[in-house]
Structure formats: C-alpha cells, structure tokens
C-alpha cells in the first residue's frame, strides 16, 4: 500500500477548507494516513459534491476577473465573460496546432525535440487570459476618461 502523493494530500487540505466538505466528507480523516486509493477517492467525492472549486470559487472564475483603478482613481472590477474566455480558448487552441504542425515539420522523426520546442514556442493559456483582461482594462480606462 502506497502513501497519499503531497499533491493529493494539498488537494484535499484545500478541500477541507470548505466548511460543508470538512464537516462532511473529510471529517475526521488524517490525511497522512492514507494510501494513494483512498486519497483519490476523497478528492473525487470532493469534487463530485463541491464542483471543481477550492473555498467555494471556481477556478475559472478567479482567473476571469480583474480589480484595477480607471483614470479618476476609482476602484473598479473587469471581468471576462464565458463567451469571451470560450474564444481565448478557441484561438488559443488554434495557435497551439500551428506550432504543434511547424514542430513536427522542422523536426520530423524526433518526438521529443517536438515536444521540448513546443513547449518553449507555445504560451500557456493563462497568459492569453490576463492579456485579454488587460487589453479589457485599458479599454475600459479609456472610455472613462
């Protein structure tokens, strides 16, 4: 029997941050003292109950939104809708081929030198994300100024 993965062990701490899974779920579970099995059945049964969130927040949620002062100095909240992030995703998606494509054309029979300047040439999502929200914070600067 193999011990719970740190990994596993964090994911279900932060789970049990989560009032309803803590008094639920994970009451009176010693994390150390699980086995790899047990540790991800928990975390299945968390995320079956609670949604893919940690603290009540979804994780696309919490990269979608963005708190900033427009030119006056008032404090204001910019938020991508799921159309716009769904979008970012696509164009992502399609950016991602066309590398994948100059990869394996620049370097045909070796796998891994595909996969290592593929991953160095490609941005990860989340950067598309914040660039979206910031070109929608300078939008939104502008139009109140």
Known sequence: MESATEKQIMALK???KNRE???GILKGIEFKDLDKQQAS???TQCINQNGNTYHGKSQDK????Q???DAPGLQRTTTLTDEEIMNIR????RHCKEILNECRDEYPGEPEVQIAVFDKRCDKIY???QQARDQKIREQRTTSA
């Open 14 to 16: 932060k789970f049990a």
């Open 21 to 23: 899974l803590s008094k």
């Open 41 to 43: 059945d928990l975390i």
């Open 62 to 65: 919490s990269r979608s939104y």
């Open 67 to 69: 708190d900033f002062k």
């Open 90 to 93: 696509d164009a992502h998606k």
């Open 127 to 129: 950067s598309w994300i």
